[in-house]
């Protein structure tokens, strides 16, 4: 089963996305509209300079690509709550292309971000006529399309609430429950995908998945074909239903906006700075390096610029001397470094040495200790050697601890308890686990 999404966000704009109506407040429908948001004749639209900048710190935040240069089109929409008849957004130049979001540590690939201006609602009454609202007509939405890389309803629950979760993070959004979401969810059991459109919040976004799922697999078992077509949600009854045949591509009629121009932004997204998420961050280390989930969550926990040094030396010497420093004595003096307010700069310079063949184990270790600390290299050596030695007459005397631990890492918490509590503060807890490892690893 495949499933992708088209997620729906409003974007946090006091005006709108083309006029100065406010985006908020409205006591009465009809009363923040003007003939820009209402599409009357003669009206020009001009593009909220703030919307654009949370479209593109998002795009930015998802590791999208952004284009030098982006515009709008007219996409053909022939329902009442657009009196336009058409609705303004972005067709062959999203502002984001080919970014990724980790759930955990799968990725979802994400197709686009684009932006977009959100309809007005109608209300349909007793006698079979409709009400509408424009209040909601023209205000900015950022559209994030993935590719179908979700693999079940309940995980396409989960990938909404974490990336949402992330997006209020990154724009300051105001978290109005989950109904602030809307999505179109496409789903694919067999060949053919169907499409639910404009569901509303996660969890009915997986009530909807939950049922297509369950509907198609009905339907293929039974020896029978699913239709390409675009269904709708019913809330109420938990149900979804035929809306109207799949329209294609071209079926909207896609013309350039001519009243809004082109945009050169490319310098505007180089001004926006991102600040990636420690949770996405360990899992995307994972991933790119190829090293242990619980290492790379370790790394970030004790410091983000930790888990960026591991970054760079894995760039430059390769994830195997990354995870065999970083991992090892850089964590273990990392907090000392800091206090004493050192950078690790030299650290580099040292694996580099290391990693050339023209320093031995030791020496590497013994010169990134006094690197960081700045305990002079024979102290170091002296306080290593020394620790070195308590550690290994212990493990002489109780050689089973060795065999535990091929069972279960925790075995090495005895030596280090040991050896903490003879030591009495003289090597940080880090530097006893380090080393407890290390000769412990020797042994097996
Ligand atoms: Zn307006």
């Not at 994400?110 to 205000?139: A, C, F, M, Q, W």
């Not at 989950?178 to 789903?187: F, K, L, T």
């Not at 065999?324 to 004493?340: D, H, L, Q, R, Y």
Request: aromatic content about 6%.
């Amino acid at each position: 089963m495949k499933i992708g999404l088209e997620i729906h966000v409003q974007l946090p704009t006091k005006s709108k996305m083309f006029c100065s109506c406010p985006t908020t407040g409205a006591e009465r429908a009809n009363t923040h509209v003007c003939p820009v948001c209402l599409g009357l004749p003669g009206s020009k639209p001009s593009l909220n300079r703030k919307a654009l900048e949370l479209g593109l710190t998002i795009a930015k935040k998802l590791g999208c690509s952004i284009p030098e240069t982006t515009w709008f089109s007219r996409k053909t929409y022939f329902y009442p709550d657009l009196c336009k008849h058409f609705q303004i957004t972005q067709y062959d130049t999203p502002i984001g292309l080919a970014g990724v979001f980790y759930l955990g540590k799968k990725p979802i690939r994400i197709t686009r971000v684009h932006l977009e201006e959100d309809p007005g609602k109608t209300k349909r009454i007793g006698d079979g006529s409709s009400l509408v609202d424009y209040n909601r007509s023209g205000i900015p939405l950022v559209e994030i399309v993935t590719e179908p890389d979700i693999s079940s309803p309940s995980e396409a629950r989960e990938f909404l609430a974490a990336l949402l979760t992330e997006i209020r993070h990154t724009i300051d959004l105001h978290d109005d429950g989950e109904r602030s979401v809307r999505c179109d969810c496409n789903i694919s059991v067999g060949k053919e995908r169907v499409e639910v459109k404009n569901v509303t919040g996660m969890k009915n976004a997986e009530r909807a998945l939950t049922y297509e799922m369950i509907r198609q697999t009905k339907i293929l078992k039974a020896g029978g074909k699913i239709e390409r077509e675009t269904r709708a949600f019913d809330e109420t009854r938990g149900i979804t239903y035929t809306a109207r045949k799949k329209e294609f591509e071209a079926d909207y009629g896609y013309i350039d906006e001519p009243d809004l121009g082109i945009f050169h932004i490319g310098e505007l997204a180089s001004t926006v700075r991102i600040k990636e998420s420690p949770a996405n961050m360990a899992a995307r280390i994972a991933d790119q390096y190829g090293i242990d989930q619980k290492a790379a969550k370790q790394l970030v926990s004790t410091s983000v610029d930790l888990a960026s040094f591991f970054e760079d030396v894995a760039k430059e010497y390769g994830t195997e001397n990354a995870v065999k420093w970083v991992g090892g004595p850089v964590t273990a003096n990392w907090k000392a470094m800091t206090e004493s307010g050192r950078s690790p700069g030299p650290v580099l310079d040292i694996i580099g040495k290391f990693a050339k063949g023209e320093i031995t184990d030791t020496e590497a270790g013994i010169e990134i200790k006094s690197a960081m600390t700045g305990v002079d290299a024979a102290a170091a050596a002296q306080e290593s050697g020394d620790l070195d030695n308590l550690i290994n007459g212990f493990l002489d005397e109780n050689p089973g601890i060795v065999d535990d631990y091929r069972k279960n890492e925790k075995a090495a918490n005895r030596v280090i308890g040991f050896v903490l509590k003879q030591t009495g503060g003289k090597y940080t807890s880090a530097e006893v686990v380090d080393a407890a490892k290390r000769l412990i690893s020797e042994r097996l």
